[in-house]
């Protein structure tokens, strides 16, 4: 078990995976200010294995076991984590059995178009190269031979995208996020920038976190260069 899990429970677009990299450096991790060209493994280790392990739902308390002997195995005693738990509400309250893990729900009302553009542009869309092959190799374990093929073939010709790769269903309406612990505004952390210092000040006091100028200025200055490509 970990000293301190935090489980970001958001909807793909809403800047989960930064939020859980940008938690974790407060723990010392590197943060991650492009989260699909540098992923850390161990931080979105649920998600990525969800989308490849046909029991995770049924298993999940095996695997959950997993990602904690892989954390001890790195030496990593708090983390943040990504995870969609809005798929599996049922994991909350096995998640729960951790007396060390924490919940912060990415609340996006009213910025869906921003969230669901940013999901396209930066996920969807996105041309899969060389430096995304172990990825690739990753999320084709347990695909049939023809899939496997197809992806190859169209990696080869560089036109290979994480739509094809990983078939989601472009449905973006806002998701009922199960979590019931602390809740933070996607408008004071990606929109709304006077408010964030605020947010963030809360945010640390409910984690029991030390605030840390560097990295609050780490998230504006990234989350401000990401407004202006929404």
Same mark, same amino acid.
Not at 90 to 97: A, D, F, N, S, Y
Not at 180 to 201: G, K, L, N, S, W
């Given at each position: ?16 995976e ?12 590197? +943060? /991650?200010?492009?989260?699909q060209?540098?992923? =850390? ?9 969800s $989308? !490849? ?16 002997q ?19 509400p ?8 951790n ?8 609340n ?9 553009n940013?999901y ?19 999320? +084709? /374990? ?6 496997? =093929? ?9 036109? $290979? !995208? ?17 979590s ?27 984690l ?23």
């Open positions: 078990m970990t000293e301190q899990l935090i489980v970001v429970d958001y909807q793909e677009g809403a800047g989960g930064f939020i859980a990299s940008w938690l974790s450096a407060h723990f010392g991790q590197t +943060l /991650q200010t492009n989260l060209a540098n992923p =850390n493994y161990l931080q979105k280790w649920l998600n990525s294995h $989308l !490849t392990q046909p029991d995770w739902h049924s298993n999940f308390e095996k695997y959950l076991e997993k990602f904690f892989e954390c001890t195995q790195h030496n990593i005693q708090r983390i943040a984590v990504s995870y969609h738990l809005y798929k599996y049922e994991h909350v309250e096995i998640l729960k059995k007396s060390t893990v924490r919940f912060v729900r990415v996006c009302n009213n910025h869906q178009t921003q969230i669901n940013d396209c542009r930066k996920v969807l869309n996105r041309v899969l190269g060389p430096n995304d092959f172990a990825e690739i190799k990753f999320m +084709l /374990q347990n695909q049939s031979q023809e899939k496997i =093929n197809h992806c190859l073939s169209m990696y080869k010709k560089n036109q $290979l !995208t994480y739509q094809q790769l990983v078939p989601i269903q472009r449905n973006f309406e806002l998701k009922k996020l199960p019931q612990d602390i809740e933070i505004m996607y408008e004071d952390f990606f929109v709304d920038f006077d408010r964030t210092p605020a947010a963030y000040q809360t945010l640390c006091s409910q029991q976190l030390t605030p840390n100028a560097q990295l609050l200025d780490a998230l504006i200055d990234r989350n401000k260069k990401n407004l202006q490509h929404s």
